[in-house]
């Protein structure tokens, strides 16, 4: 599922399966943080995703290595 940049998006009757705690929730998510909502999933997910999705095969490379380098920094 994507960002929600709107509250009133979440009006919306596609969105009427989630629970109302996710649902009050999921437009305030930070910068990298999904929520998961699919079949097999009991329930959903909530995921980090720490890079962009463009970035694939060597493209961004030093944008990855930058972010790597930071997250061993915070170990």
């Known amino acids: 599922m994507a960002?929600?940049?709107r509250p009133r998006e979440l009006a919306d009757d596609?969105?009427?399966h989630l629970p109302q705690h996710l649902?009050?929730?999921i437009h305030r998510l930070p910068p990298g943080q999904r929520l998961?909502?699919?079949w097999p999933l009991a329930?959903?997910?909530?995921v980090e995703v720490p890079f962009?999705?463009?970035?694939i095969?060597?493209?961004?490379l030093?944008?990855?290595?930058?972010?790597r380098a930071r997250q061993r920094e915070g170990e």
């Not at 329930?43 to 909530?46: K, M, N, S």
């Not at 095969?57 to 961004?60: K, L, P, S, T, W």
């Not at 030093?62 to 972010?67: K, P």
């Open 62 to 67: 030093l944008l990855v290595e930058a972010w």
């Open 23 to 25: 649902r009050s929730h």
């Open 36 to 38: 998961l909502d699919m």
């Open 3 to 5: 960002r929600l940049d």
């Open 52 to 55: 962009p999705s463009w970035l």
């Open 43 to 46: 329930q959903p997910l909530l």
């Open 57 to 60: 095969a060597d493209e961004g």
């Open 14 to 16: 596609a969105y009427d």
